[in-house]
């Protein structure tokens, strides 16, 4: 019922930036506490920051504090993840999930996109 398609990965160099777009639809997107998580290989799985309709962000993983940014439009039912001072390090898949916005920070997220690569290089 919900489909959410990631986009804007890419590769790119350190130092360079990226933005990446998650496209929400089925269900009212305002609605949704939409997350942002990667994971690279041989790695779990790790909470990079949510966003809550109202635009109250939870609290930046540390290695992209100062780095990464959250924003969402919900007239356009988009979240934005955008990502300056790339480094190798930030290499990994990239996906968008999405729960209901009264949920728990620590509650599971219902629906995932299938992840966009980003890949940057030394």
């Known amino acids: 019922q919900v489909q959410l398609i990631e986009s804007g990965g890419g590769l790119v160099q350190a130092g360079d930036s990226l933005r990446l777009s998650c496209a929400f639809s089925g269900r009212t997107f305002s609605r949704y506490k939409m997350g942002w998580f990667r994971q690279a290989p041989g790695k779990e799985r790790e909470f990079v920051v949510a966003?809550?309709?109202?635009?109250?962000?939870?609290n930046y993983a540390d290695s992209v504090k100062g780095r990464f940014t959250i924003s969402r439009d919900n007239a356009r039912n988009t979240v934005y993840l955008q990502m300056n001072s790339l480094k190798p390090e930030d290499t990994a898949v990239y996906y968008c999930?999405?729960?209901?916005?009264?949920?728990?920070?620590?509650?599971?997220?219902?629906?995932w996109g299938q992840g966009t690569q980003v890949t940057v290089s030394s």
């Open positions: 999930a999405a729960k209901a916005d009264y949920s728990s920070d620590t509650a599971p997220y219902d629906y």
């Open positions: 966003i809550r309709w109202s635009g109250v962000i939870t």
